[in-house]
Every structure is written in structure tokens, then in C-alpha cells.
């Protein structure tokens, strides 16, 4: 399994939720949503330290990351974290 995160995705972390070098941005399955891999979850982010890293990848400073706990949540597929301009919005691709 990988963890992607596109420059455009990078971007848009960095200027409407304000990240930076040193931060860590945790992606958490959380219920309700949609997804096309788990039936009644979706991908959430937040702010947050690490204390079990499961899987994490390092752009421009910033350690994107899910807890151990939670890779269930990719059943096995990688992810790429990506940005939609036409949506203005983060989506979640898995492959």
C-alpha cells in the first residue's frame, strides 16, 4: 500500500487550511459518506499528531498519515489524495 498526496492536493492544504513544514495532516475513516471501497465510510482529515503511524508519505514538510488502526479502511489498495478544481474540493482515489 502507498500514500500519495498530488502537488494540487498540496496546494490546497497549504492555503485553505493553512499547513505547513513540521505539520501532520491524519486521514481517519470516519462513518457515513460515501467511498468506493468501504460501504458506509469516508475519508475524513484533521490536524493531529501521530502516535501509531500506519502508513505516511512526506510532502514539502508535511507528514500525511493513517494510524495503524485504520488501514483496514484501504482494504489493501493505495491511495492518491488529489484535488478537484472543478468541485473545489479533496477527493480520494484508490487503486
Known sequence: MKLTVTQSALAWFEEECGFQSGDYVRFFARYG????????????FTKEEPDNIGLSTEV???TFYIVEDEIWYLDGKDMLVDYRKDRDEIVYLYA
Open 33 to 44: 459518506g460515501s467511498s468506493t471501497i468501504q460501504d458506509s465510510f469516508s475519508m475524513g
Open 60 to 62: 514539502n514538510g508535511i
